[in-house]
């Protein structure tokens, strides 16, 4: 594909279940990075990969929150046991190189709603 | 000290008007400085950027003017129009991975 796909668009939970957020990023990209936007707000950075390495989970915000990128490209982010402050819209990014000001291309992003 | 300050929240403005959105930073370690533009349902999309070494940017009718010693950057969107109606978000890196984004104004393009 041309850009950065995430799946699902929109996804409602009830409180205490588990969901899974797919990232597919450009390919190529050696940096995959998560954000979560809440309403109304810029996104805020969860996570980063390079490559299948996680280098950063600074802010993912409890041990509910984990992320993996097993093979390098495709990414999953998954929430367990989901609060209703979980709802925002998650943010997935790509960029070809590694650190630096490379520039990040972002995906449409899933909204997800926790009941 | 991590914080990007963002204003105003919202902006009308009239058809060929210039829009102006300010961002402040605490950080001395910044030292690159894009604006996204998202509109509803779509992921943020780069605008411009500029690094500190230089005071204005211009990219069509997109201008970034930063003041490295204020500690301030701003967006001007000159003759703007409709479709710039969008929500637009400045950041800043430190030349490592992680971005940190401002609040973001929503800017209204009256026609």
């Known amino acids: 594909g041309a850009g950065v796909s995430q799946s699902p668009r929109y996804k409602v939970a009830k409180r205490g279940q588990d969901v899974a957020l797919r990232c597919d990023p450009i390919s190529g990209h050696v940096s995959l990075f998560w954000y979560q936007q809440a309403l109304g707000q810029g996104p805020e950075f969860l996570t980063y990969f390079q490559n299948e390495a996680q280098l950063d989970k600074s802010g993912l915000p409890s041990d509910r929150f984990f992320a993996e990128r097993p093979e390098g490209s495709v990414s999953t982010l998954k929430i367990q046991r989901t609060q209703q402050e979980d709802s925002a819209v998650y943010l997935c990014?790509?960029?070809?190189?590694?650190?630096?000001?490379?520039?990040?291309?972002f995906g449409p992003g899933t909204r997800l709603t926790v009941l | 000290q991590q914080q990007v300050k963002q204003s105003p929240q919202s902006l009308i403005v009239q058809k060929g008007g210039i829009s102006i959105i300010n961002c402040a930073y605490e950080?001395?370690?910044?030292?690159?400085f894009p604006w996204y533009q998202q509109f509803p349902g779509k992921g943020p999309a780069l605008l411009i950027a500029?690094?500190?070494?230089?005071s204005e940017k211009k990219e069509g009718r997109f201008t970034i003017s930063f003041n490295k010693s204020a500690k301030q950057f701003s967006l001007h969107i000159m003759d703007s129009q409709p479709g710039d109606s969008a929500t637009y978000f400045c950041?800043?890196?430190?030349?490592?991975?992680?971005?940190?984004f401002g609040t973001g104004t929503r800017l209204k393009v009256l026609a």
């Open positions: 500029i690094r500190p070494d230089v």
């Open positions: 950041a800043a890196n430190d030349g490592a991975y992680k971005y940190i």
């Open positions: 990014a790509s960029s070809l190189g590694g650190p630096g000001e490379t520039e990040q291309f």
């Open positions: 950080n001395t370690a910044f030292d690159y």
